[in-house]
């Protein structure tokens, strides 16, 4: 069974910095591509980062470019999602996605399907 656990959310200011986690199981993980998607309160699904596990290639979309950072730690079947310079735009359930391909798809695939495989996600609140 596939399991994806997105957690480190949680208030914070504007300007701050919060890093985010998702354990996953249940498949193999190096032949997966991980995204993060998030979804703001009365907002559509907005993909913001994808890595592909099998060759480490990095993308972020350009609402989170310059301040998220995506990284994986294959050997614990997570990945990680850096934020910093934070801003009140950037409240929404942040949820990680796998999608059993190498190369990530496109963020116009993210934003109208999600990922393959969701996770619940973690709640985060940037205050003004």
């Known amino acids: 069974e596939v399991q994806l656990q997105a957690f480190g959310g949680g208030l914070v200011q504007a300007g701050g910095s919060l890093r985010l986690s998702c354990a996953a199981s249940?498949?193999?993980?190096?032949?997966?591509?991980m995204s993060w998607v998030r979804q703001a309160p009365g907002k559509g699904r907005e993909g913001i980062s994808c890595i592909s596990i099998s060759d480490g290639s990095k993308y972020y979309a350009d609402s989170t470019k310059g301040r998220f950072t995506i990284s994986s730690d294959n050997a614990k079947n997570t990945v990680y999602l850096q934020m910093s310079s934070l801003n009140p735009e950037d409240t929404a359930v942040y949820h990680c996605?796998?999608?059993?391909?190498?190369?990530?798809?496109?963020?116009?695939?993210?934003?109208?399907?999600?990922?393959?495989?969701w996770g619940l996600g973690t709640l985060v609140t940037v205050s003004s």
């Open positions: 996605g796998a999608d059993p391909v190498r190369e990530c798809p496109d963020f116009t695939v993210l934003n109208s399907h999600g990922a393959y495989y």
């Open positions: 249940g498949f193999t993980f190096s032949r997966f591509a």
